[in-house]
Protein backbone atom coordinates (compact mmCIF):
# COMPACT_ATOMS: atom_id res chain seq x y z
CA UNK A 1 0.00 0.00 0.00
CA UNK A 2 2.58 2.28 0.78
CA UNK A 3 4.83 1.89 -2.10
CA UNK A 4 1.38 3.07 -4.45
CA UNK A 5 0.60 5.97 -2.59
CA UNK A 6 4.26 7.31 -3.06
CA UNK A 7 3.29 6.22 -6.79
CA UNK A 8 0.60 7.95 -6.71
CA UNK A 9 1.83 10.62 -4.55
CA UNK A 10 4.78 10.96 -8.25
CA UNK A 11 1.64 11.12 -10.56
CA UNK A 12 -0.12 14.56 -8.62
CA UNK A 13 3.19 15.95 -8.36
CA UNK A 14 3.90 15.44 -12.24
CA UNK A 15 0.64 17.29 -12.98
CA UNK A 16 0.71 19.45 -10.28
CA UNK A 17 4.30 20.79 -11.92
CA UNK A 18 2.65 20.91 -15.40
CA UNK A 19 -0.57 22.85 -14.49
CA UNK A 20 0.32 24.96 -11.63
CA UNK A 21 -2.93 23.69 -9.33
CA UNK A 22 -5.49 20.96 -8.92
CA UNK A 23 -8.45 20.76 -7.06
CA UNK A 24 -9.51 17.75 -5.07
CA UNK A 25 -11.83 16.34 -7.51
CA UNK A 26 -9.42 16.98 -10.23
CA UNK A 27 -6.76 15.17 -8.45
CA UNK A 28 -9.36 12.14 -7.29
CA UNK A 29 -10.17 12.18 -11.56
CA UNK A 30 -6.38 12.34 -12.13
CA UNK A 31 -5.71 9.18 -9.79
CA UNK A 32 -9.01 7.13 -10.83
CA UNK A 33 -8.96 6.14 -7.11
CA UNK A 34 -11.38 6.78 -4.55
CA UNK A 35 -11.58 9.54 -2.21
CA UNK A 36 -10.53 8.04 0.89
CA UNK A 37 -7.07 6.94 -1.27
CA UNK A 38 -6.54 10.31 -2.72
CA UNK A 39 -6.67 12.06 0.68
CA UNK A 40 -3.89 9.46 1.59
CA UNK A 41 -1.73 10.34 -1.39
CA UNK A 42 -2.35 14.42 -0.72
CA UNK A 43 -2.00 13.95 2.72
CA UNK A 44 1.71 11.96 2.19
CA UNK A 45 2.35 15.08 -0.03
CA UNK A 46 1.16 18.02 2.58
CA UNK A 47 3.03 16.17 5.47
CA UNK A 48 6.39 16.21 3.42
CA UNK A 49 6.15 19.84 2.77
CA UNK A 50 5.98 19.00 -1.01
CA UNK A 51 2.06 20.95 -1.00
CA UNK A 52 0.09 23.68 -0.12
CA UNK A 53 -3.83 24.19 0.03
CA UNK A 54 -5.35 27.16 -1.05
CA UNK A 55 -9.55 27.53 -0.17
CA UNK A 56 -11.74 29.67 -2.00
CA UNK A 57 -14.89 29.98 -1.54
CA UNK A 58 -16.15 26.97 -2.77
CA UNK A 59 -12.80 24.47 -3.76
CA UNK A 60 -9.83 23.88 -2.43
CA UNK A 61 -6.65 23.93 -4.41
CA UNK A 62 -3.40 21.97 -4.37
CA UNK A 63 -0.26 23.56 -5.35
CA UNK A 64 3.02 22.54 -5.25
CA UNK A 65 4.87 24.35 -2.47
CA UNK A 66 7.69 27.24 -3.85
CA UNK A 67 10.48 24.79 -3.51
CA UNK A 68 8.67 22.15 -4.61
CA UNK A 69 8.15 24.39 -8.02
CA UNK A 70 11.76 24.99 -8.07
CA UNK A 71 12.68 21.22 -7.88
CA UNK A 72 10.35 20.54 -10.52
CA UNK A 73 11.70 23.44 -12.52
CA UNK A 74 15.40 22.17 -12.65
CA UNK A 75 14.34 18.45 -13.71
CA UNK A 76 11.89 16.38 -14.78
CA UNK A 77 10.97 15.14 -11.21
CA UNK A 78 11.36 11.72 -11.73
CA UNK A 79 15.16 11.00 -10.17
CA UNK A 80 14.48 13.82 -7.33
CA UNK A 81 10.79 12.78 -6.55
CA UNK A 82 11.79 9.41 -6.31
CA UNK A 83 14.98 9.76 -4.54
CA UNK A 84 13.15 11.79 -1.84
CA UNK A 85 10.25 9.72 -1.64
CA UNK A 86 12.49 6.32 -1.42
CA UNK A 87 13.30 7.35 2.26
CA UNK A 88 10.30 7.95 3.85
CA UNK A 89 8.33 4.29 2.38
Known amino acids: ?3 KV ?3 AWKVWRVLGEMGR ?3 WEARAI ?3 TRDFTCDVLLWLASR ?3 EY ?3 DDQLFIT ?3 EEREAYARTTGTSWFLATAA ?3
Open 1 to 3: MAE
Open 6 to 8: VES
Open 22 to 24: LNL
Open 31 to 33: LGE
Open 49 to 51: GKI
Open 54 to 56: SPT
Open 64 to 66: LTK
Open 87 to 89: SAV
